[in-house]
């Protein structure tokens, strides 16, 4: 157990000691970025700076940073201001675009999707057919048993009254 305790100091001090270096280095970049000094405490958090505000008092509306490699240059460039509809130029059709074979393309892909479509509502109605089919035959079963059994319910009745009658004729 002692090694562990031992192990386990070593790691928090040299935690500790990595995170001032971060907070140190932070430090740093921020100075040489924005030319302002900031304090942070361990945990990486302001005290009374807000790190927003100098950042836009560092940077005025459409300026641009120069980045050359990882070095920052002080020379700002500014951007043009973007173009209105009217100024740009007019979209290019398809036609332009990808050439005659689009018109083709397109007229085929159109077919296509014709066809498709016709040959899905024959399968539909073919499918409906079938399924009418299956039902009414389904439903000639249907009637045809219900015929059987009253036809053998009827045989029934009649085999026990004329039953019924011997048994009354053979008592008198």
Known sequence: MKDLHEVNERVKNKTLELRRERVRLIQEKVKELWGTEIELDST??????????????????????????????AERAGTPPPLS???????????????????????????????????????????????????????????????????????ETEKNSSGSIIVILKIS
């Open 85 to 155: 509809d009217e100024e740009l130029a007019p979209l290019p059709s398809n036609t332009v675009i990808f050439g005659k074979m689009y018109d083709d393309y397109q007229k085929q892909l159109d077919d296509l999707s014709k066809q498709h479509q016709e040959e899905m509502e024959q399968f539909m109605r073919e499918q409906e057919s079938n399924t009418k089919k299956i039902n009414d035959n389904l439903q000639d079963k249907l009637m045809a048993r219900r015929q059987r059994r009253a036809r053998m319910k009827v045989e």
């Open 44 to 73: 990486l958090r302001f005290q009374d700076q807000d790190l927003e505000q100098i950042a836009k008092a560092a940077v005025s509306e459409g300026d641009v940073i120069r980045v050359d490699g990882d070095e920052l240059d």
